[in-house]
């Protein structure tokens, strides 16, 4: 396994054009550098899991983050490079730390780890919001739904408009 320990940043980043993007966590401690590799979905979950994990534990709630470092210039290849398989979070109570751990499909078939990092509440509280933003920064999304619309003004299936369709005129109604 290969354990960074606490990192120094933590940045989500999309590459590509929207609906041809590919997502990773790109991870600096020090001068090593991970990219770790995930869906759309699973970098959106992780900054709500992120929220979620800081809600329920974290005894410094209401306080403000401490300051947090960029990741920088990310280099084109880094010592780490992951295609994530699984996710796993756990809690470090002291001090305040998310423990992430990410499994490539050789690790999940071993059922042992590939790669652990440590990320501080501060570090986690940006993540939230960068995550989200990085997100929801490609194509827009339904209201509904909260699938990716293929381009703006096209029609769109929801299955949460239960076959109706707002844009469809109606017939003016008779009167007798």
């Known amino acids: 396994m290969i354990d960074f320990g606490p990192v120094d940043a933590v940045e989500a980043e999309a590459i590509g054009q929207p609906g041809q993007r590919t997502f990773r966590l790109c991870v600096r ?22 929220s979620a994990l800081l809600a329920e534990r974290s005894t410094q709630r209401g306080r403000p983050p401490g300051p947090v470092e960029a990741v920088g210039n990310f280099p084109q290849t880094a010592q780490v490079d992951l295609q994530v398989a699984r996710l796993g979070l756990d809690w470090d109570p002291d001090p305040e730390h998310i423990i992430v751990i990410a499994d490539d499909a050789t690790a999940v078939e071993d059922d042992a780890p590939a790669f652990r990092m440590a990320v501080s509440r501060s570090l986690a509280l940006r993540c939230v919001k960068q995550f989200q933003d990085v997100v929801t920064a490609g194509r827009p999304t339904c209201p509904l739904c909260h699938e990716a619309l293929e381009y703006p003004g096209q029609p769109h299936f929801c299955p949460r408009s239960n076959g109706h369709n707002f844009e469809i005129p109606l017939p003016p109604r008779e009167v007798e």
């Open 29 to 50: 401690v020090g001068n090593q550098y991970a990219s770790l590799w995930m869906e759309k979905e699973s970098v959106a979950a992780l900054g709500r899991s992120f």
